[in-house]
């Protein structure tokens, strides 16, 4: 999603994101915000330490021009006691899908973009509720198919309006229209985009977001 959210802020888009994948985060890694610096999480506005959006913080995007854009950025916490906390489901998140929508409302955004955990642990599902569109990502293979499966009823059931599919890390072996007309017809939603296996995706890993690494890479083009 960081990939996402970058490009709407570079199309002057007034975005935002939140990484509310609490037992993996990753943000804070692939913009670049320090974790030494006395700064709020998610995981402080979940403990009541802070407000929602005294944890955002505002991040540059693309070069250093005068009118480069920014993309505001809820970090969460990736230190080992906060992880184990949120793999035991400490957190309180009952309101957490309301207040994204208050933070939303309250900083005037455009899109805010909540980067969930896989499955479906109580802090995706009280996202989902507050949510009017849901981008599911998937891999190419049978076992995530079936997990895939379970929460796309749960998005229909929410009759959230706006869904969509997105396959990642296609093989080459792999035709890219068989791909989204095989899915498609599995789920009966609309495949926004097939991106395929990279090399320099996998290899940049969490160090940067590919698309500001790579701007005319031809994946980047797929994440446009």
């Given at each position: 999603m960081a990939n996402t959210a970058a490009l709407m802020a570079l199309l002057g888009v007034h975005a935002g994101v939140v990484d509310a994948c609490l037992t993996a985060p990753t943000l804070h890694l692939l913009f670049g915000l320090s974790q030494s610096a006395p700064r709020w999480t998610l995981n402080d506005y979940l403990l009541g330490r802070c407000s929602l959006s005294a944890a955002a913080q505002r991040v540059p995007i693309g070069n250093n021009s005068p009118d480069r854009r920014s993309l505001l950025v809820v970090p969460a916490d990736p230190n080992h006691a906060a992880v184990v906390k949120a793999y035991r489901q400490a957190?309180?998140?009952?309101?957490?899908?309301?207040?994204?929508?208050?933070?939303?409302?309250?900083?005037?955004?455009?899109?805010?973009?909540?980067?969930?955990?896989?499955?479906?642990?109580?802090?995706?599902?009280?996202?989902?509720?507050?949510?009017?569109?849901?981008?599911?990502?998937?891999?190419p293979d049978k076992q995530h198919f079936q997990g895939v499966a379970r929460t796309v009823s749960v998005v229909e059931a929410l009759a959230i309006p706006r869904h969509k599919l997105a396959?990642?890390?296609?093989?080459?072996?792999?035709?890219?229209d068989e791909v989204r007309i095989r899915v498609s017809q599995i789920y009966g939603w609309e495949v926004a985009a097939v991106i395929p296996y990279c090399d320099a995706l996998m290899a940049l890993g969490s160090a940067s977001v590919f698309v500001l690494r790579y701007p005319t890479h031809s994946v980047t083009a797929r994440f446009h």
């Open positions: 957190y309180d998140v009952e309101s957490l899908g309301e207040s994204c929508q208050k933070l939303a409302a309250d900083l005037g955004l455009d899109v805010l973009i909540i980067d969930t955990e896989a499955g479906l642990p109580p802090s995706t599902l009280n996202c989902m509720a507050a949510a009017n569109a849901a981008l599911i990502l998937l891999a396959v990642n890390s296609v093989v080459p072996l792999l035709d890219d």
